[in-house]
């Protein structure tokens, strides 16, 4: 059963930088890819990146590129997510999944089946 | 990137009612597209991917529909457990883009 364990919440000021991390266990954690999704104050989830724990495979969402860095440490089975610069408009809960794949009808798809309980990131002055 | 638009954004509706909630994709997906509950102050929860295959766990008086632009998510039978936010997610390609949300209040 995958299971997720994310870091505490976090308070930081305008221009700091934060450093979430995300415990798996349940599943072979170099075998599926972590995405991080994150979701503002009452409203809807946007998705940050992924990485491939069993490789230096990396995507960012371009609005976040070049402010975030996705890493891992296969020895304790965590990854790691790393924001710079931060604003107040990075206040939000952030969230790890575990993707895995599967074949429906025909089609090989991609889906986020475990998640993190969220970490929630405070930013202000 | 690709857009997803949900609707409606909430509806109310009563124990036993039948739910629609529908998912436009600003451009073909094909069957890449997930659909997730979220309560409040939880993490989402996958429901169906694939457009149609119900995960593991999940009842099934939930079904998902859809193929290309548009998808739709049903509650047969409306119970108090479902009280929750709903969201699509296309999968078709990065970046990885959510729907709005559907809020369901019983």
């Known amino acids: 059963q995958v299971h997720l364990v994310q870091s505490g919440a976090e308070v930081k000021k305008p221009g700091a930088s934060v450093k979430v991390s995300c415990k798996a266990s349940?599943?072979?954690?170099?075998?599926?890819?972590i995405h991080w999704v994150r979701q503002a104050p009452g409203q809807g989830l946007e998705w940050i990146g992924w990485?491939?724990?069993?490789?230096?495979?990396?995507k960012y969402a371009q609005k976040f590129q070049g402010r975030v860095t996705l890493t891992r440490d296969t020895s304790i089975n965590t990854a790691y997510m790393e924001l710079t610069s931060l604003t107040s408009d990075d206040t939000a809960m952030y969230f790890c999944?575990?993707?895995?794949?599967?074949?429906?009808?025909?089609?090989?798809?991609?889906?986020?089946?475990?998640w993190g309980q969220g970490t929630l990131v405070a930013v202000s002055s | 990137d690709i857009q997803m638009t949900q609707s409606p954004s909430s509806l109310s509706a009563s124990v036993g009612d039948r739910v629609t909630i529908t998912c436009r994709a600003s451009?073909?997906?094909?069957?890449?597209l997930n659909w997730y509950q979220q309560k409040p102050g939880k993490a989402p929860n996958l429901l169906i991917f694939?457009?149609?295959s119900l995960q593991s766990g999940v009842p099934s008086r939930l079904t998902g529909s859809g193929s290309g632009t548009d998808f739709t998510l049903t509650i047969s039978s409306l119970q108090p457990e479902d009280s929750a936010t709903y969201y699509c997610q296309q999968s078709y390609d990065t970046p990885l883009t959510f729907g709005g949300g559907t809020k369901v209040e019983i």
């Open positions: 349940g599943y072979s954690f170099t075998g599926s890819y």
């Open positions: 694939g457009a149609s």
């Open positions: 451009q073909n997906i094909r069957g890449h």
């Open positions: 999944a575990r993707e895995d794949r599967s074949m429906v009808r025909g089609i090989l798809t991609l889906l986020l089946d475990g």
């Open positions: 990485m491939n724990p069993n490789s230096d495979g990396i």
